[in-house]
Structure formats: C-alpha cells, structure tokens
C-alpha cells in the first residue's frame, strides 16, 4: 500500500507563493505519473498538474506560468511550487500516485490514478 503525505499548505495573500510537497516513504516516485489536483467547496475536483515517469509535465491552463510541478527521486518527493497566487486558487490540494508510468493528456482527469493523500490546505485572501 503507498500512502502519500501532503505538506505544505497555509494562507498566503493573492501575488504570494507557497510549495506544497508529497512524501511517498518507500516508493519511487519517478516509476509512475504522479499528479496535483484540488477541490475547492462547492465545486467538483480539478486537475492541477502531472508529471510522468520521463519528467514530462502537464498543466491546467488555469495555472500555466504560475505554478511548477516537480519530484525528487532521491528523497522520493513530489513538489508543486505555487507563485502569483489569486484568491480561486484557494482549495484542498491532494497529490496522487497513477497506475502508469505515463501520464497522457487524460492525466488532469484523474481517473488513472490509484492511491491519494489526504489532503492540505491553501487559501489566498485578496
């Protein structure tokens, strides 16, 4: 069982930034696409990005040129790094191990991945 833990989170003012980071003790984190997505209340989850076994990444164009996925495969960690956040960003941010090694366009979707995290918190005030 691969469990992943989200960290991270916090408040931060619109134009701020903050870096979320999956740990994934035990697994290889650069065997699989591995992906961020969110869910903000009321509104149903979205896909933020997703990096794939090669390092090939992919991104909502909601936040194209503002945020960065990235991993580590030697401390087995999946980054997101969050600049000019905006107020809509404010949601549950969860990281998600796929059952592929490739991510695909279909990867934002998030129906090819297995196992979440729980979850952490970013709000942006205005």
């Known amino acids: 069982q691969v469990q992943l833990a989200e960290s991270g989170g916090g408040s931060v003012q619109a134009g701020g930034s903050l870096r979320l980071s999956c740990a994934a003790p035990?697994?290889?984190?650069?065997?699989?696409?591995m992906g961020w997505f969110r869910r903000a209340p009321g509104k149903e989850r979205e896909g933020v990005a997703t990096?794939?076994?090669?390092?090939?990444?992919n991104y909502a164009d909601s936040v194209k040129g503002r945020f960065t996925i990235s991993k580590d495969n030697a401390k087995n960690t999946l980054y997101l790094l969050m600049n000019s956040l905006k107020p809509e960003d404010t949601a549950a941010y969860y990281c998600a191990l796929s059952r592929y090694s490739g991510c695909w366009d279909r990867g934002l979707t998030g129906t090819d991945f297995s196992y979440w995290g729980q979850g952490t918190q970013v709000t942006v005030s205005s």
């Open positions: 990096i794939d076994s090669h390092g090939t990444t």
């Open positions: 035990g697994y290889t984190v650069s065997s699989n696409c």
